[in-house]
Nanobody, 122 residues
Framework: QVQLVESGGGSVQAGGSLKLSCAVSGVTNSINSMGWFRQAPGKEREGVARINPAFGISYGDSVKGRFFISQDRAKNGYLQMNNLKPEDTAIYYC?????????????????WGQGTQVTVSS
């Protein structure tokens, strides 16, 4: 089993930055992909970014050039979010899986964090 715990969410004005962290524990050597999703009220969960050593990094079109995903050697994950916009407001979820690939759909995810709120005001 794998446990994921997000931190770093909060409120920020448009144009500001936040960095989310995802602390990973459990059977971490089973993880080959880590990513971030977000869900705004009334909307479906949306893939934001995904990283895995075999296939590299993929980003959703709406965040390319503004958000950057990274991972440390302990497999903890990070999402640096720059130039935030009000439409980035959502609950952000960390995700992990033994699967590899570049897809940003939810189908590759096996483990989810509990989510952290990000609110961007105009």
């Amino acid at each position: 089993q794998v446990q994921l715990v997000e931190s770093g969410g909060g409120s920020v004005q448009a144009g500001g930055s936040l960095k989310l962290s995802c602390a990973v524990s459990g059977v971490t050597n089973s993880i080959n992909s880590m990513g971030w999703f977000r869900q705004a009220p009334g909307k479906e969960r949306e893939g934001v970014a995904r990283i895995n050593p075999a296939f590299g990094i993929s980003y959703g079109d709406s965040v390319k050039g503004r958000f950057f995903i990274s991972q440390d050697r302990a497999k903890n994950g990070y999402l640096q979010m720059n130039n935030l916009k009000p439409e980035d407001t959502a609950i952000y979820y960390c995700a992990a899986s033994p699967l590899v690939g570049t897809s940003l759909s939810i189908t590759w995810v096996r483990y989810w964090g509990q989510g952290t709120q990000v609110t961007v005001s105009s």
